[in-house]
């Protein structure tokens, strides 16, 4: 490939493109948003990155693209109509709500510090909840707050 030549982008690439136009949005505030870094976020919309010289094509990964889309606010069918099903399909299980979230026989339900912690947990970029919901499933971490709970108790 002509190293002077650069691939034409994906019409994904330029759906997003336009759609951060749309928001009045800078690319560094949506890949924030978005999680992803300014560099990757440049080449997904643009179509390609620069390796030794030559402009190699760049495709996004569909969850990588799917949290471009929801930083954007793309839809689930634009990203259909512009070829990317894979995308789209992620989008719609990003944007899903939990299984226990809609679960109004949890006792938890109406709690209002379950919902300012989950109000919280989504501001934050997909990494950062990773961590957060790692750090909560940590083996031991309900068993060693129970056995707490019960030496207050009985101590």
């Known amino acids: 490939m002509d190293a002077q030549k650069k691939p034409a982008p ?3 690439a330029v759906l997003i493109r336009e759609a951060l136009k749309q928001a009045r949005m ?3 505030a949506a890949a924030r948003r978005s999680g992803v870094s300014d560099a990757r976020w440049r080449q997904i919309t643009t179509g390609y990155q620069t390796v030794s010289g030559h402009h190699v094509p760049v495709s996004a990964p569909p969850e990588t693209l799917a949290r471009m889309a929801q930083a954007t606010q793309v839809t689930a069918d634009e990203l259909r109509k512009a070829g990317r099903s894979d995308a789209a399909d992620e989008l719609e299980r990003l944007a899903a709500p939990p ?3 809609s679960d109004a026989s949890s006792q ?3 709690d209002p510090h379950i919902s ?3 109000a919280l947990l989504t501001t934050l970029p997909p990494e950062a909840q990773d961590e957060v919901l790692r750090r909560i499933n940590r083996p031991g971490l309900v068993h060693d707050q129970e056995t707490s709970r019960e030496q207050r108790e009985t101590g």
Do not use: H, V, W
Request: aromatic fraction near 6%; glycine fraction near 6%.
């Open 116 to 118: 300012a912690i989950a």
């Open 108 to 110: 938890y339900a109406d």
């Open 99 to 101: 299984p226990s979230a």
């Open 26 to 28: 800078s690319g560094r």
């Open 10 to 12: 994906p019409p994904e």
